[in-house]
């Protein structure tokens, strides 16, 4: 879908409007669904490796990729890496194309933050370009306190479900008459089912004992009112676990004062967005969590706040645990759980017990200093590779 709007923006929209045609961008954007289901590619292994997409995006997000090369070549991990580069002043679609391709070759990716500089109607964000064409309808997000971290507060542990696909992300909007711009926000029973069903099995997996559905339909009785009444109906093949609902206004407030009512939160696609920025801002800010994106055949890994960071790349101030912490997220799902443990623990040891914290943290060590003290640590266990 994304690559088809993409095509119209470059072959079709921008010659009708040179020609002063009726047909508007709006009509021509609403002939298309907003997502449609991929099939299958068979991953690509060879001789027990995995080779992985590698997307570097911008800001720090080259500078950041650069350390978890570096940290895999030293631990010996059995994947390759296949960078493709995404020009974000581009507004053509070559570079996206390539890229989605390499990942249904692939079936996993790494990713940063890839900007899209275009200001025009017709070209999309490459970040949801990717997540609608691949399918990709759930963002996952573990917020877990770091102890040695200064935070508002501590031993928070809350998962955010994210419907990634959706609601206000669909991108159709309109302007209607001069001044006046309308912007669609779409939910389906299906992608709710698949969210809300994700999130109580995740749940129900993790041994987690309650998911928090959270909404807006005292306003939205429509659209987060059909989301809440699919995760109640969803709920109730799950006795086991609790559900209960919170208007979003609310559960930021409760966020911000009491974390720790809050276990598995399923949500819509700007919600989501919004609450995980704020619980990372909670106990430690954006350079420490991952976000995991699922669909049904591919899956692609990221910082969980989606940072771009221009304002300090380059300056080797920029935090690598979150990118590394997507590293290992990526490496349990391959299923190399023996490297995803060391660089786990690695990056565990420098910032809990060593206290080597970057600026964001509080601290006034550098990126590299960083990546070399998990490398030290690293170092200990190599010999059992």
Same mark, same amino acid.
């Given at each position: ?7 119209? =923006? ?6 009708? %409007?040179?020609? !002063? ?10 002939? #298309?669904?907003?997502?449609? +289901? ?50 974000p002043a581009s507004e053509g ?6 890229? %989605?391709? =390499? ?13 899209? *500089? ?20 759930? #963002? ?44 669609? +926000? ?29 909404? *807006? ?16 109906? %969803? ?8 559900? !209960? ?23 819509? !696609?700007?919600?989501? =967005? ?7 801002? &909670? ?31 380059? *300056? ?39 206290? %080597?914290?970057?600026?964001? &943290?509080?601290?006034? #060590? ?7 003290n998990v490398l030290k640590h690293?170092?200990? *266990?190599?010999?059992?590779?």
């Amino acid at each position: 879908m994304a690559l088809r709007l993409f095509r119209l =923006s470059q072959d079709v929209i921008t010659p009708l %409007i040179k020609r !002063n045609c009726t047909v508007s961008a709006f009509e021509l954007q609403h002939k #298309n669904p907003v997502q449609r +289901k991929v099939e299958q590619i068979p991953k690509a292994q060879y001789g027990g490796r995995h080779t992985v997409t590698m997307l570097p995006g911008g800001g720090i997000g080259p500078e950041l990729m650069s350390y978890v090369r570096e940290v895999f070549r030293f631990a010996g991990v059995p994947v390759d890496f296949e960078i493709v580069d995404i020009d974000p002043a581009s507004e053509g679609n070559d570079d996206l194309e390539y890229a %989605i391709t =390499s990942i249904k070759r692939n079936g996993v990716a790494i990713k940063g933050n890839i900007e899209t *500089k275009s200001e025009a109607t017709g070209i999309l964000s490459r970040n949801v370009a990717l997540r609608n064409e691949l399918d990709l309808f759930v #963002n996952v997000l573990h917020c877990k306190s770091f102890n040695a971290i200064p935070a508002h507060h501590q031993n928070v542990d809350v998962v955010i479900v994210r419907q990634n696909t959706e609601g206000e992300y669909a991108m159709l909007e309109h302007e209607s008459v001069r001044g006046v711009v309308e912007s669609m +926000k779409v939910v389906t029973v299906e992608n709710a089912a698949r969210v809300a069903r994700f999130a109580f099995e995740f749940a129900k997996n993790n041994n987690r004992k309650k998911v928090t559905t959270i909404h *807006k339909a005292n306003i939205m009785k429509l659209a987060d009112g059909l989301f809440l009444k699919v995760a109640r109906d %969803i709920a109730k093949e799950y006795p086991d676990i609790q559900h !209960n609902d919170m208007i979003i206004d609310n559960c930021c407030m409760q966020l911000v004062s009491n974390p720790h009512q809050f276990d598995v939160m399923n949500t819509t !696609n700007l919600y989501g =967005s919004i609450t995980s920025n704020v619980l990372c801002g &909670l106990v430690g800010g954006a350079g420490l969590f991952s976000g995991r994106n699922y669909g049904d055949h591919y899956a692609v890994f990221e910082p969980g706040t989606r940072n771009t960071g221009t304002a300090i790349a380059g *300056k080797n101030v920029a935090n690598p645990v979150a990118m590394l912490n997507a590293a290992v997220d990526m490496l349990y799902h391959l299923g190399h759980r023996y490297h995803a443990d060391c660089i786990s623990d690695a990056i565990h040891k420098t910032i809990d017990i060593d206290g %080597i914290h970057t600026p964001d &943290l509080g601290g006034n #060590n550098t990126s590299t200093e960083i990546v070399q003290n998990v490398l030290k640590h690293l170092a200990e *266990k190599r010999t059992y590779w």
